[in-house]
């Protein structure tokens, strides 16, 4: 199936439609429709036993607008950009990398090199110098002129401000991953395309966190994973995840085992993995807090699209949220334990002498490392600490050092356009998309054969069955039998069940599989527990 | 268990806490921790299960960023603001009606009248007058000046937008539901009370459409259920729903039917009925586009919270948006068919006369209805279509209405935080959670008596067993068995399972009941089985 094939089956079926088209649209949104909302939801039921309930990654939901603080800290604010030109005639604006062929992989004053001079493509002419364009939504938050507030550009800064958090929930131990699901936003400057270049998006993100001198080891059960590797240098290769690490091609066994953990993922979504590769970023290709980056990339009519990244991101994030803000990031390294003397107020010297004054000596000293002869300002005024007012104390303390990061980030969006397009099936007679039960959006069709003699009334209680067993079950009375197959198999329901005459007498209906087609007679109980998943 | 109470078990057991804390917070964003994440699904799965799966609403998830016109259109862009006030000298602001005692039921008017003259609280000057503050945040979108954005403040608007496009899913018929759970954005001025009054929050919502002239009966499933109730004029009653609405004391049959359903979902999380009363609001509390209006509210130790609203907001939504963009949001009335002579334009005769101008005439009088001597612009000219360009034409039409709705509104952060409040318990020995199964945050704790003699490999074996079932179980090896059920008990886990030496000898296992700690010795099979929901 094409993109256009695509939309229009999604338009059509109640999968997904471009927001806001009774007011002329506005690129880079979408609504999920039911049909939509159901795929989405079982892209994630999967997801989440993999991640969730089966690593045991901590899965947090944060707030989707933040702080100017935040992503100061962050680098999205200084660097989270893409290089714009405009044209000064027809107002039409372009991202300079998409007018230049080869455009993604230049540095910035290549492409800046490049474009002068370049014509616009809508009215022909010359565009304007490049600029930058901060990609973040920005707003206000409280009345007046309010504070600048971010819709957050990944779930990934939730995570990384909630580490603190996360650790406690974890009682302290490392290593441990957060997950989370949830809306991530980019003001593209000229989304096309879909579901695959949008402004809202849904990503599912995994924050695994270790110390930096104990990096968590690539598990025996996923060495001998089967993977397409695309290296930033060197040659296309397929291996294994574990002759891979070991040849160097892979640096990190803690991206390996993320590379083979998305693959397992994807191919129990319904992903061929024969259309699935991972390309190592190139330099210029890297984001601003990434030392290695790894793109899965499903094959489509469209090329090789992006649904997942696998980033080492070092303590870049820990260490700038710890550096710009009031709280400890940082953990205790183990095997650094030691002994050693530290200088600690004296407080009851401090309150004789200072009185009133010592409570708010002691709260300026409060995190400070104290030593003889420490200046401190104290309402205002510069107060000089001397050696008696101090005692020597013997402490156990370690170094403290910020945990290392391996990032999965699956973009959902993109996923489901994938699989609508790789599943899609036509042999000549008919047309369908064959998903695992897991990623279909239903598992089954209730059909009456026609809506007389109580058949509707009988299949209509089966349903109701089905819906109490956890089944998902889809109820359909309108047209022909033949017709009711087509529109199932149009947006892959699983099984298709019709009540009949017969089921009136001996409880029997049909049950018909997608795929094969095949149909076998069975009592409603054998149907139904055949179709649970 | 009172407020601050509350906050602490959700801050200590990974529930939720202020977002932002890092950088000094942002007041009315919280972010969920790995129980509040599995807390909230739960009740989502439990309102899917009422709404989407037995209710057959069509689920819908759209776009949270919406374009200016769609909010001039719903009127929150005129309407939807606050009363403010601030304070010249301190900078403090203020939400008017909250500054005055019974402001939240004033009229604007007297509202003004009222604040005029009175103290900041903070500093004690004289406030400014009353101004109006939108409650919407704004946005960019695109590079530039980019376009007016706006954070949704309420999912409803996305149903709405999406009606012609559900109608088709549906086949055109009605009534129908659209259903969507999502996050909607509220600019409060001043919010404090955490989870109670957000800035960003989530929302279950329902739309209800019917025609006019065919709203759906209360089902006699539901006619007995009783409720209590506070009109706006009357006494408060305690009554049966099918009471209500024979009286009166209830106007409209479908507000009716949510009103029993929404009891019916909360009561089935875990909401006592006791606990629980629906008040109608009074007309100064009505919000712009609502005739009549329930809220569902909990008692708690702030006293009566709303957490879901039940209002009919007639045709003003859909006739909004019908008459403001270009998109047909009406549907033919019933029994109202029936043949009419209509005027259509003569193709060949406008050819003739028009030639290459034809096509922009045809263009431009495509959604008028055309009659003799009609004037259009065509191309920056004035033309004139005298009858002969014309002939008559007998066409079947309906008479074309605006479907009504009923919408039952719920805010998941509140009900959580209620949930939480109302359910704890403490009976002098320990305190608990104590909620249904199905919104308890886990249904199982495995723990080994100790990590010795394999005890934790055979409980780890069994976590295994109970995940795969597709129980939410969780390991926990630390510490004493008494401390573990009382960390257990302290989120509220239903059931608890130990691991001793006899498991390994016979197989069986501890199960303890959270709510009774009735503990009874059973086969590995037959817990598991006890605790699979």
Known sequence: MDFQKVIALATRRGIFQPAFDAYGGLAGFMDYGPVGVKMRRRILEVWRKHYVINAGCLELDGALVGPEALFQASGHLGEFDDALVDCADCGKQFRADHLIKGGEEMSRDALAE???????????????EMSSFNLMFSTKVGAGKGLSGYLRPETAQSIFLAFPWLLRQNRSKLPFAGAQIGRSFRNEISPRQGPLRMREFTQMEVEHFFLPNDEPKLPTSLESIEINLVPAKGKKNSTTIGNALRTGIIGSSLVATHLARAQNFLT????????????????????????????????????????????????????????????????????????????????????????????????????????????????????TLSEEYMSKKTERGSEMVFPYVVEPSFGLDRILYC???????????????????????????????????????????????????????????????????????????????????????????????????????????????????
């Open 114 to 128: 490049a474009i002068s001079g370049t014509a616009c493509p809508g009215c022909g002419s010359i565009l304007s």
């Open 419 to 533: 699989l609508l397009e790789s599943s899609w099936k036509n042999d000549g007679e008919r047309e369908w998309i064959s998903l695992p039960q897991e990623t279909s959006p239903y598992d089954l069709l209730v059909a009456p054969l026609m809506t007389k003699d109580g058949l509707d009334g009988k299949a209509q209680g089966i349903l109701q069955s089905a819906l109490d067993m956890g089944v998902d079950a889809y109820y359909d009375e309108a047209g022909s039998i033949g017709r009711r197959y087509a529109r199932a198999d149009e947006i892959g329901i699983f099984f298709s069940m019709t009540i009949d005459h017969q089921t009136l007498e001996d409880g029997t209906v049909t049950l018909r599989e997608r795929d094969s087609k095949n149909q076998s007679r069975l009592s409603i109980e054998d149907a139904l527990s055949k179709v649970r998943r």
């Open 268 to 383: 129990g979504i319904g992903v061929a993995k024969d259309n699935l590769r991972f390309r190592q970023h190139g330099a210029n290709e890297m984001a601003h807090y990434s030392s290695d980056c790894w793109d899965g990339e499903i094959n489509t009519s469209l090329g090789w699209v992006e649904v997942v990244g696998v980033a080492h991101r070092g303590d870049y994030d820990l260490s700038a949220h710890g550096n710009f803000s009031s709280k400890e990031f940082r953990v205790p390294l183990p095997g650094t334990e030691r002994e050693r003397e530290v200088w600690v107020p004296n407080i009851g010297k401090l309150g004789k002498e200072f009185k009133g004054e010592a409570k708010s000596i002691l709260e300026a000293i409060k995190d400070v490392d104290v030593k003889p002869d420490i200046s401190i300002e104290v309402n205002g005024n510069s107060v």
